[in-house]
């Protein structure tokens, strides 16, 4: 009877490394990769921008260096990270060569996680027409309802023909994950133009990420996302707000695929 039970005793737990990682490497080593500044949408951003005197690709850099600032720190309580040294202006980087083998696939897909930092409705807004509850989006003047069962994702794929770059990148670092992420939105809305006065404002972030295994083939990914009502426009308040919830859903989605070190 030991010996019929052995083989199932350990069904409950997480799959030996060894059986995950294409080199048998023993341990999960991840190479956490940032989205291409070019993958960052923004929409209503000009009100953060005045606030803060900074200008729309300022903004851009501070949200990508602190999203990535704060991913580090979360996955580093768990597994060995690396991250590429972030020199965009050399063709030849791992990190430029790193976006020109890959493309992205949309699909939609329920969000990985979604957080409602925004107050309860009221009952007038509960009644009334959909602006009273999710406003406008300061561009296009039409109505941005968050739906956390269905959102766009980007998905990241290697080119056919580049997979060989990839591998070469991925003994290169002795990596046996890749974390890319490939997509950072932020959408600001205002409900009234009073809201606009008094600058009340409701935004949406959304982050999509990639898990890919030593060979580029997809494991995991998704998009987490966050709704967040604030009078501020302050963009140093808005990221200690938003991005560590942001960062600690995907850490949390990335313990349910790799066991932690």
Known sequence: MLIILLPFSGLGQGKDINDVTSKNLGKVIIFVVPFNPLKYEAVGDQFICNKSGINPGQLSEMMRNSFMLSLMENMNYY??????????????????VFY?????????????GYAKEYPPFS???????????????????????PNPNHHKFEEAVIINGKDSIYSAIMNKRDCSYTLFITNFEMTTRFKTCLDLQNNVFQRDFYVHY?????????VSGGVVGDT???????????????ISLLTDMIVANMRTILPSQ
């Open 228 to 242: 967040y009502e604030s009078n501020t426009n302050d963009v140093k308040k808005i990221i200690d707000h938003n």
């Open 210 to 218: 990639t898990l890919l295994d030593f060979d580029g083939k997809y």
């Open 79 to 96: 597994y060995d990270v690396i991250q590429p040294k972030d020199i965009l202006k050399d063709p030849n980087s791992d990190i430029s």
């Open 123 to 145: 009952l007038w807004q509960k009644l009334g027409p959909a602006y009273m509850r999710w406003g406008s989006d300061c561009v296009n003047n039409s109505k941005q309802k």
């Open 100 to 112: 020109q083998i890959f493309k992205y696939k949309t699909r939609y897909k329920k969000l990985k």
